[in-house]
Nanobody, 116 residues
Framework: VQLVESGGGLVQAGESLTLSCAASGSIFSIPAMGWYRQVLGWERELVAA???????YYDDSVKGRFTISRDNAKNMLYLQMNSLKPEDTAMYYC???????????WGQGTQVTVSS
């Protein structure tokens, strides 16, 4: 499976964006998928994850503002981002976690820039 992100861009603080991640094959059997972000010079961090049989996980910094969802029929993963803040500025990556713990398939990333 290959993953391709889209939907990034430049927005002002308080605005919204929806990131999409298209998989080249079926994601039905993938136990968990997630969105990560990375600022240049910093480690990549988990933003949100969705796993079968579990409630979605959100980093504290995005709780109440971001929503992760997956559409197995369309082989898509989404991240709805509301009330964006300048500190949300980063490259956002979609990932598949075949063992439900560690990401092992990555997309190429999509840049999100939030201006104040």
């Amino acid at each position: 499976v290959q993953l391709v992100e889209s939907g990034g861009g430049l927005v002002q603080a308080g605005e919204s964006l929806t990131l999409s991640c298209a998989a080249s094959g079926s994601i039905f059997s993938i136990p968990a998928m997630g969105w990560y972000r990375q600022v240049l010079g910093w480690e990549r961090e988990l933003v949100a994850a969705i796993a079968k049989g579990s409630s979605p996980y959100y980093d504290d910094s995005v709780k109440g503002r971001f929503t992760i969802s997956r559409d197995n029929a369309k082989n898509m993963l989404y991240l709805q981002m509301n009330s964006l803040k300048p500190e949300d500025t980063a490259m956002y990556y979609c990932a598949a976690l075949s063992d439900k713990v560690r990401p092992d398939i990555w997309g190429q990333g999509t840049q999100v820039t939030v201006s104040s």
